[in-house]
């Protein structure tokens, strides 16, 4: 069965401390799709990233990257020198890629809070 | 390009009443989900439509339906309400295809259930 653990409930940091988000999945297929979506306090999901299970490499932009490792089953988050506008709920998703489907298994997010 | 617009944004109903809500996706976009957020369970998928068909749906009973029309806006129905339906319910929209694109949400639909 398909399944997303976040176990980070909250997380709370300083502004422009480094912030870790983890994310570990499960599922049979060879062939998913991995997701980030930030929901800030207005409720609207946005999206953050998406990974195919075929394609390990390390993305980076601005000051969010995400490590995808396959041999630990987890596609974690982090946020470089964080901003009190990153303070958000973050969702990890899943999404079996063998069929024709957009379904996504999210995780419980992570309440991500930035103190200025 | 316009994002992903659902009506109406609030609702208020009562147990036993039935409710429709509206979703229009991103122009171009031809496959649209619904997804149900609440506190206790968090985000749950609903079902997915794409070219005015089904293509997947939810563990929900069958009080919530839904349908997509020809130019891809969708809406979701649940009948009989109960107060367990009280959620913010999202629709998202995408290209659609045979692989999973990139989901636009929009803003939800919140609906409180007395």
């Known amino acids: 069965a398909q399944k997303v653990t976040q176990a980070q409930t909250e997380i709370s940091v300083v502004e422009k401390e480094d912030v870790t988000l983890d994310c570990v999945y499960e599922t049979r297929d060879t062939t998913y799709y991995l997701f980030w979506y930030k929901q800030p306090p207005s409720g609207e999901l946005v999206f953050l990233i998406r990974?195919?299970?075929?394609?390990?490499q390390n993305e980076i932009s601005g000051r969010y990257s995400w490590n995808f490792q396959k041999s630990t089953s987890s596609f974690n988050f982090t946020i470089t020198a964080s901003q009190v506008v990153d303070s958000a709920v973050y969702f990890c998703a899943l999404s079996e890629g063998g069929g024709a489907t957009n379904k996504l298994i999210f995780g419980t997010g992570t309440l991500l809070a930035v103190q200025p | 390009k316009a994002g992903v617009t659902q009506t109406p944004r609030y609702l208020i109903k009562t147990r036993g009443q039935q409710v429709t809500l509206s979703c229009s996706p991103i122009?171009?976009?031809?496959?649209v989900s619904w997804y149900q957020q609440t506190p206790g369970q968090g985000l749950q998928f609903l079902f997915e439509?794409?070219?005015?068909?089904?293509?997947n749906k939810g563990n929900f009973p069958g009080r919530f339906s839904g349908r997509q029309f020809s130019n891809s806006r969708s809406e979701m129905n649940v009948s009989t309400l109960e107060l367990g339906d009280s959620a913010l319910y999202l629709c998202?929209?995408?290209?659609?295809?045979?692989?999973?694109?990139?989901?636009?949400f929009g803003p939800g639909t919140r609906l409180t259930v007395t």
């Open positions: 439509y794409f070219s005015e068909t089904q293509r």
């Open positions: 122009s171009g976009h031809r496959s």
């Open positions: 998202a929209s995408s290209l659609g295809g045979i692989r999973p694109y990139e989901q636009y």
């Open positions: 990974r195919n299970s075929f394609d390990e």
